[in-house]
């Protein structure tokens, strides 16, 4: 037997509380006994996305919440500005041009932020730009991007939307959507919520449900609007994913009980624990600045596959990891620690990645990254 290890940028490994909670008989989505759960789920999203208006749950993965944002607030011909610094980034401007609404790119290298000040430069260019989307944290590259520089440029222009793709950075990185001024912030369930796939959320400030009322985009499924009515009454549109609302409570209730502040605490500290191990190995990093607490995407050393060190991750050691997509696919590989991760972890991801590596000739000396990770990982005595 080999005993599997999570350690993918989603999905995540689920907790036994929220596994346990999901196990449990189902309820009508109708029925009493699942208003209160929706209810205290709804009030537990306003506290993780900072915010006092609505966070809409959706059934869907974190691309259909990303699908809403567009089809909700903008209509055909409305320009947007998308930052594509990767993978997810170069989604956005996918989801919009299929939504027959014109794309203006600012196209950064794979590895690095975009500069708050381009932001700035494209939309006093252009006034007629009337949503910026980006990602907080771009998985594909492991770089999180100034979100709350970003937003203080975007807010100054009142017909403009600012808009999130936090699916990766929720929970790991600090987003204050109110203090911000996020317009749209999206999130995902199988990242740092720690729950299977299947759940989108999308907190909406006052803002953007004025584009809502003006938006003319096709729209039947994701219709924001008539979910917002719903979710008053703690209902959605259409039947409900009661199991995994379930799930949700639980995950909200550690995640409360551990505190936000501490939560991004712990990202951040296995983040940089990565970091300095793989450096300790002789590996460079893919993220060139500005990296994420979420994954760390590192360079395959030269003459090696990231896909082949990604595959005898998960074949030899039983860690699924991930390998690079895109124009990084062979080149890298990334680990994350996202949600429910311990130091532990990253032990293990780094211990993995030392025996892969020396197993397909890298020159190193085993337990000098995990000697670094634990220099930093370790409780200080009171
Ligand atoms: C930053 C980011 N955006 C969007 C997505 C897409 O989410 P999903 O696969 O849940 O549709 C992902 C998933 O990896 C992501 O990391």
């Given at each position: 037997?080999?005993?599997?290890y999570?350690?993918?940028?989603?999905?995540?490994?689920?907790p036994?509380?929220?596994?346990?909670a999901?196990?449990?008989?189902?309820i009508?989505?109708?029925?009493?006994?699942?208003?209160?759960i929706?209810?205290?789920?709804?009030?537990?999203?306003?506290?993780?996305?900072?915010?006092?208006?609505?966070v809409?749950?959706?059934?869907?993965?974190?691309?259909?919440?990303?699908?809403?944002?567009?089809?909700?607030?903008?209509?055909?011909?409305?320009?947007?500005?998308?930052i594509?610094?990767?993978?997810?980034?170069?989604?956005w401007t996918?989801?919009?041009k299929?939504?027959?609404?014109?794309v203006?790119?600012?196209?950064?290298?794979?590895?690095?932020?975009?500069?708050?000040?381009?932001?700035?430069?494209?939309?006093?260019?252009d006034?007629?730009?009337?949503?910026?989307?980006?990602q907080?944290?771009?998985?594909?590259?492991?770089?999180?991007?100034?979100?709350?520089?970003?937003?203080?440029?975007?807010?100054?222009h009142?017909?403009?939307?600012?808009?999130?793709?936090?699916?990766?950075?929720?929970?790991?990185h600090?987003?204050?959507?109110?203090d911000w001024?996020?317009?749209?912030?999206?999130?995902?369930?199988?990242?740092?919520?720690?729950l299977?796939p299947?759940?989108?959320?999308?907190?909406?400030?006052?803002?953007?449900?004025?584009?809502?009322?003006?938006?003319?985009?096709?729209?039947f499924?994701?219709n924001?609007?008539?979910?917002r009515?719903?979710?008053?009454?703690?209902?959605?549109?259409?039947?409900s994913?009661?199991t995994?609302?379930?799930?949700?409570n639980?995950s909200?209730?550690?995640?409360?009980?551990?505190?936000?502040?501490?939560?991004?605490?712990?990202?951040?500290?296995?983040?940089?624990?990565?970091?300095?191990?793989?450096?300790?190995?002789?590996?460079?990093l893919?993220?060139?600045?500005?990296?994420?607490?979420a994954?760390?995407?590192i360079?395959?050393?030269?003459?090696?596959?990231?896909?082949?060190?990604?595959?005898?991750?998960?074949?030899?050691?039983?860690?699924?990891a991930?390998?690079?997509q895109g124009?990084?696919?062979?080149?890298?590989?990334?680990?994350a620690?996202?949600?429910?991760?311990?130091m532990?972890?990253?032990?293990t991801?780094?211990?993995?990645?030392?025996m892969?590596?020396?197993?397909?000739?890298y020159?190193?000396?085993?337990?000098?990254?995990?000697?670094?990770?634990?220099?930093?990982?370790?409780?200080?005595?009171d």
């Amino acid at each position: 037997m080999l005993k599997r290890y999570l350690l993918a940028p989603g999905p995540t490994p689920v907790p036994p509380e929220a596994l346990l909670a999901m196990a449990m008989p189902i309820i009508h989505h109708r029925s009493p006994d699942f208003l209160p759960i929706l209810d205290s789920a709804k009030k537990g999203l306003q506290w993780l996305f900072q915010t006092r208006n609505d966070v809409l749950t959706i059934c869907s993965t974190g691309t259909g919440g990303m699908v809403g944002a567009v089809n909700n607030f903008f209509s055909p011909g409305d320009k947007a500005l998308v930052i594509n610094a990767g993978n997810f980034g170069e989604r956005w401007t996918k989801i919009c041009k299929a939504y027959n609404i014109a794309v203006e790119e600012i196209k950064i290298d794979w590895g690095y932020a975009v500069k708050p000040e381009d932001v700035e430069k494209a939309l006093e260019k252009d006034p007629a730009i009337r949503g910026v989307f980006v990602q907080a944290s771009e998985t594909s590259t492991g770089v999180y991007h100034d979100i709350k520089s970003l937003a203080s440029v975007v807010r100054k222009h009142e017909n403009t939307l600012f808009v999130v793709d936090a699916i990766s950075a929720l929970v790991a990185h600090d987003l204050k959507m109110d203090d911000w001024g996020i317009d749209v912030l999206i999130g995902g369930s199988q990242k740092g919520l720690m729950l299977p796939p299947g759940l989108a959320f999308v907190g909406i400030s006052e803002k953007a449900w004025q584009f809502a009322n003006r938006a003319t985009s096709p729209k039947f499924y994701f219709n924001f609007k008539k979910e917002r009515e719903s979710l008053a009454k703690n209902q959605m549109n259409f039947t409900s994913p009661v199991t995994l609302i379930i799930g949700l409570n639980e995950s909200l209730k550690l995640l409360r009980a551990e505190g936000l502040e501490n939560a991004f605490k712990r990202h951040e500290k296995l983040a940089t624990a990565t970091r300095e191990a793989v450096k300790a190995l002789g590996l460079e990093l893919f993220t060139k600045e500005s990296p994420s607490n979420a994954v760390t995407a590192i360079n395959a050393p030269a003459g090696l596959d990231g896909q082949e060190i990604y595959k005898n991750l998960r074949v030899k050691y039983g860690i699924t990891a991930a390998g690079g997509q895109g124009q990084a696919k062979g080149k890298i590989f990334r680990i994350a620690h996202l949600g429910y991760a311990g130091m532990f972890d990253v032990i293990t991801a780094i211990a993995g990645v030392e025996m892969v590596l020396k197993g397909m000739g890298y020159s190193l000396k085993l337990g000098m990254g995990v000697a670094a990770a634990q220099e930093l990982l370790m409780v200080q005595e009171d």
